[in-house]
């Protein structure tokens, strides 16, 4: 079996498989130069080995936005402002290595004062 090699290999090497949870907001449709905000904290009392958080401009692959916090600790935030170049529909999207139930956060049209949940 190829099973038992890898995961002696795994072993071996000290690495291991960390299963990530990707959170989301909802979309919103954003005016060009409004400000958006994308904002977690960790409500765990645990760190958290590593939270990505991204602005995400519908119809493209890449993030127009994105920064990484390793670890979060207990207690704080991860995340930022920007400025919405050229308008069009965002939404923010959190990939959490740990537990995703730690998480609480929100997408914002800060301009607007309009937010969504991530979820």
């Not at 760190?47 to 207990?74: H, N, R, W, Y």
């Amino acid at each position: 079996m190829r099973i038992l090699p890898t995961l002696v290999l795994s072993l071996a090497l000290g690495t291991t498989a960390h299963a990530a949870a990707l959170l989301g907001s909802g979309p919103m449709g954003m005016v060009n130069g409004t400000t958006d905000s994308c904002l977690v904290a960790n409500i765990n009392p645990k760190d958290l080995a590593e939270v990505t958080v991204s602005i995400m401009k519908s119809g493209s692959s890449f993030p127009e936005v994105s920064t990484t916090c390793a670890p979060l600790a207990p207690n704080t935030h991860c995340g930022f402002q920007s400025n919405a170049v050229g308008g069009g529909v965002r939404f923010c999207t959190v990939t959490v290595k740990g537990s995703p139930k730690a998480i609480r956060g929100e997408f914002c049209d800060v301009t607007a004062g309009r937010c969504t949940s991530i979820r």
